[in-house]
């Protein structure tokens, strides 16, 4: 808990990859997304280069696989679905090892763990080399809903604050004798969720009041003017670049 | 030529709640520029319900809010909003923005200020609360007592009329809230602060209000007020143990 705890994801670094603004980074990452998907599930080559794209990026910004891998976690709940697939698959059935699985179900199984862990892979390298507060200035320039992006915003400067209210609700729990120990201690933590809930919600009110205070009107005022050189543009473009023209070429062949 | 007007003036200020709770029964105080004014009173006095009607918040039921001499009405609320500063209690609720420079930026580029003269402001107020070094630093990293400093530097950026502090000396070590009152001595602009804590009160503001009931009660000196032992009983104020005031020689 603390002060690391919002910036696990980011790795600070100096490298050409985190100098380029947040606005160039992200649509390049949403671009090579789009690529990926749009690659026919046959052409497994296609699917090494994009590894190989991805894994000159992480070289570029020294971000060491080790890394890459602990935060690759998230994808897990994909992994298991996507093992399932095989198995509880219908339609034509091949041996493997013993096992008879679903041809279809392989297919598919193989299309979602291809694509998720690239897509996976490509976000890991975005969130590592752009600060958290970068992320949303650069979604702030590309005219994402104001909304959305204040909520990330706010989100991002008050998850500390909540978090110590979490923490001193358990102290207060806890210096009154109760520990959590099984499934009957439940509705006493449900409630403190509920309380929390109230407080945070509370909270946002005093922030409103804030915000009406020193003339908000609805919309954040842009004080970063973010700006990017058509050489910006073009070192973002090279990986959707690259992965659009193997992605063209596994669809002429196939 | 005219004297300028007060930095603040209200009269009959009267306001329900819209359950019907009235908490305002005709409050008229003013405020002279320059001023540093401390409003007394219990809690549930209503001061914080006349605090929300100096920026427009609350719209008054009955009665007339005027920040040097502009009437506080619905067409005017962005330049009251520019002339008033409120302070909150709580700085966690009054820095909201991902860094320092970015929350003191908040107001004035809402008021249409950009560029330089934006950057010129932010270190101007950082610098009023000697906080320039943490221009970077995201709120969360301050301690407290930074914490409230920076939130008096995000209303001064605006450039205010009066600044209105509520309890700006709670949860305050003991030197953070002399370095506090430090800073507020050294600016020039009128100040109100709404407080509990007498002794602040009597060492910041020479003038203090005791607001009970929904009216002003008293006015007059700190020194007066608070040597009045009978008056601050009768609104549940006390002196902490040990303390004692003796009147101002007249």
């Known amino acids: 808990m603390g002060a690391g705890h919002t910036h696990q994801l980011y790795r600070p670094g100096d490298t050409v990859v985190h100098r380029l603004p947040p606005h160039c980074k992200l649509p390049a990452v949403a671009a090579f997304a789009v690529v990926v998907v749009a690659t026919p599930r046959e052409a497994f080559w ?5 590894a190989l794209l991805l894994a000159a990026v992480a070289a570029v910004a020294r971000v060491p696989a080790r890394f890459l891998l602990r935060r690759m976690v998230i994808e897990v709940p994909f992994v298991v679905f996507a093992v399932a697939l095989p198995i509880i698959g219908l339609g034509e059935r091949v041996e493997v090892l013993g096992l008879s699985l679903s041809a279809e179900g392989l297919w598919s199984a193989w299309n979602i763990l291809a694509k998720a862990t690239l897509g996976v892979v490509a976000s890991i390298l975005l969130a590592a080399t752009t600060e958290p507060r970068a992320m949303l200035l650069g979604a702030q320039r590309l005219r994402l809903p104001q909304t959305l992006v204040q909520i990330a915003m706010f989100m991002l400067r008050y998850m500390d604050v909540i978090l110590d209210e979490m923490r001193r609700m358990r102290v207060a729990r806890e210096s009154r004798g109760f520990t959590a120990r099984d499934v009957r201690h439940l509705p006493v933590i449900a409630k403190s969720a509920g309380a929390l809930f109230i407080r945070s919600y509370e909270r946002g009110e005093r922030v409103h009041l804030a ?22 543009w073009a070192t973002a473009a090279s990986l959707p670049a690259a992965a659009l023209a ?7 062949v196939s | 030529m005219s004297k300028p007007p007060p930095s603040l003036r209200v009269s009959e200020l009267a306001y329900a709640y819209p359950d019907g709770t009235q908490a305002l029964y005709g ?7 320059g001023e540093r004014v401390a409003l007394l009173g219990p809690n549930g006095a209503g001061k914080t319900t006349l605090v929300m009607h100096l920026n427009g918040i609350l719209t008054a039921g009955h009665g007339t809010v005027e920040v040097a001499g502009l009437p506080v009405r619905k067409d005017s609320l962005a330049e009251i909003r520019r002339r008033v500063g409120l302070v909150f209690q709580d700085p966690d609720d009054q820095l909201f923005m991902p860094t320092v420079r970015e929350d003191v930026a908040f107001g004035p580029a809402n008021l249409g200020v950009r560029g330089f003269e934006l950057d010129l402001r932010v270190k101007e107020a ?3 609360v000697g906080l320039l070094e943490v221009i970077d630093r995201p709120p969360h990293h301050l301690s407290f007592g930074q914490r409230r400093r ?3 530097a995000t209303v001064l950026a605006m450039q205010p009329e009066i600044i209105v502090l509520d309890e700006p000396s709670s949860n305050l070590d003991p030197a953070s809230r002399r370095e506090l009152a430090e800073i507020l001595r050294s600016l020039d602009v009128t100040v109100l602060m ?3 804590d007498l002794p602040y009160a009597l060492e910041l503001c020479e003038r203090s209000l005791i607001l009970s009931g929904g009216v002003i009660a008293a006015d007059g000196p700190t020194r007066d007020i608070l040597a009045d032992a009978d008056l601050l009983a009768a609104h549940r104020l006390e002196l902490p143990f040990g303390f004692a005031v003796t009147p101002q020689p007249h």
């Open chain 2, 126 to 128: 950082l610098q009023q």
């Open chain 1, 211 to 232: 915000m009406l205070s020193r003339g908000y009107t609805g919309s954040m005022p842009v004080i970063d003017d973010l700006r990017a050189t058509a050489r910006n």
């Open chain 2, 194 to 196: 709404v407080t509990h």
């Open chain 1, 46 to 50: 296609a699917f090494g280069v994009y």
């Open chain 2, 150 to 152: 920076v939130a008096v």
């Open chain 1, 246 to 252: 193997t992605a063209v070429l596994s669809w002429s």
């Open chain 2, 27 to 33: 409050v008229d105080l003013t405020i002279g520029r």
